[in-house]
């Protein structure tokens, strides 16, 4: 009888030669050297705010390489790409201040073929919120899944490793403050010896990194995904929220030249996200035209309250002097004097000189062009205002514009659309 034996978990082969003489039989154990050992492929990382970059050796005999994650030295790691054929890979579902543990695998015909050295690396600064999704298999395969602070994970793969090293309780106490039906809180236990592997996902962030494009009738907006999002909600001009289910929403606008504003939040089955930054967008059409912009956006949890308003143009090839006569509410608006900004042709010489009204709330703006303004095509901004909203809305309106070129001709212009300004809500 011949018995060759492999040690799987070490994986070489041992060799014995092992011969015993029985009455009736022989057994002969033979070694086998290993002819192969697993290749080392050299693996190094990069880290922004927001994604950590693996960067592999190519190994030409691999069909492909799993990617595999942990957020414990040399613990549970989890197949984070179960085949992928270059080598390098962005990961962008991560959590700050937690350190990542990376492995690369390379695969042939089924079988690993070589293998990295643990790595290990974390976000370089804040991007995400200050809490997490630990998610926690179970043995039986049941998952359990806690939306906790990144504090209370360390606490828990600290607790995890202690009791690995046999030190500590073994098991761990989770609060509960939502999923939970009638009661007020709920308390769980986890024990260590029902674990199989856990992970930490990315708490539900704001979408960000925004795109726009329009039509005459149309403003498309779209978004980068958010991690475990299942759909989103969308601000429009501090209005209506829309719920879509994709990174995108059309905008059906009747109005052109004129600025919309909106703001995207996450949704999941268990939270919603905060509020994005506020994007806005001016629809311009190919014809001269005029638009307000609010470059500062106030909301109901903040005492500055300050607003920046500027008047912008767009397709106007040839503007020596316009002048402007803008009407709001004193009572909504606070603009005092010398707050009207020059923004007219800042790289060449202008001139600027304003009036302002309070108690009628009238501003008249004349700037003017000190050369020539022809050829500069595209958009440009002429003055901005600074003011202070008093209440939730007020608005900013043109009653009169005067366009001359450089020619001493006038040009058929409207006025611009009225800026209605809002006070957004933080929470809701």
Not at 163 to 184: A, C, E, M, R, V
Not at 226 to 239: L, N, Q
Not at 269 to 297: C, D, G, R
Request: hydrophobic share 35%; net charge negative; aromatic share 12%.
């Amino acid at each position: 009888m011949i018995v060759i034996i492999k040690n799987l978990r070490l994986s070489f082969k041992i060799c014995l030669l092992i011969t015993l003489f029985f009455s009736f039989y022989s057994i002969r154990v033979y070694a086998l050297e290993e002819t192969t050992d697993l290749i080392s492929i050299n693996l190094t990382v990069e880290t922004d705010e927001s994604q950590i970059y693996l960067n592999w050796d190519t190994v030409e005999e691999a069909d492909y390489y799993i990617i595999k994650r942990s957020v414990i030295s040399e613990g549970s790691f989890i197949n984070i790409v179960e085949s992928i054929k270059h080598n390098s890979y962005t990961d962008s579902s991560l959590v700050d201040s937690i350190v990542y543990y990376y492995e690369i695998v390379a695969i042939k015909e089924g079988n690993e073929i070589a293998s990295s050295t643990e790595i290990s690396a974390s976000l370089e600064g804040t991007y995400n919120n200050n809490r997490a999704f630990l998610v926690i298999t179970m043995i039986d395969g049941r998952k359990k899944e806690y939306d906790v602070s990144i504090g209370e994970i360390k606490d828990f793969i600290r607790w995890y490793n202690d009791i690995y090293s046999g030190i500590g309780p073994t098991n761990y106490t989770f609060s509960k403050s939502y999923n939970l039906g009638p009661y007020t809180n709920k308390v769980e236990n986890i024990y260590y010896g029902d674990i199989l592997l856990f992970e930490v996902k990315e708490y539900l962030g704001p979408p960000k990194r925004f795109r726009f494009s329009s039509s005459d009738t149309s403003i498309d907006i779209s978004w980068d995904e958010v991690p475990h999002a299942t759909s989103y909600e969308i601000e429009i001009d501090g209005g209506d929220i829309i719920e879509v289910e994709n990174e995108n929403y059309v905008h059906e606008v009747l109005t052109l030249n004129n600025q919309h504003y909106y703001r995207v939040r996450a949704i999941n089955e268990i939270m919603i996200s905060e509020w994005s930054e506020v994007k806005s967008y001016i629809n311009w059409n190919n014809e001269p035209a005029l638009a307000f912009s609010n470059e500062n956006w106030v909301f109901d949890t903040t005492q500055d309250r300050e607003l920046n308003i500027i008047l912008k143009g767009n397709a106007l090839q040839d503007i020596y002097t316009a002048q402007f006569e803008l009407n709001y509410d004193p009572k909504l608006i606070k603009i005092d004097d010398n707050t009207v900004k020059n923004l007219f042709n800042l790289e060449e010489l202008s001139y600027l000189s304003y009036e302002i009204n309070e108690g009628s709330g009238k501003i008249k703006v004349l700037v003017s062009n000190l050369g020539n303004q022809v050829g500069k095509d595209g958009e440009i901004n002429y003055f901005q205002i600074d003011g202070t909203l008093l209440l939730n809305q007020a608005a900013l309106s043109m009653s009169e514009v005067i366009l001359v070129t450089s020619q001493g001709e006038f040009i058929e212009i409207e006025p611009a659309q009225p800026l209605i300004i809002k006070e957004l809500i933080r929470e809701r």
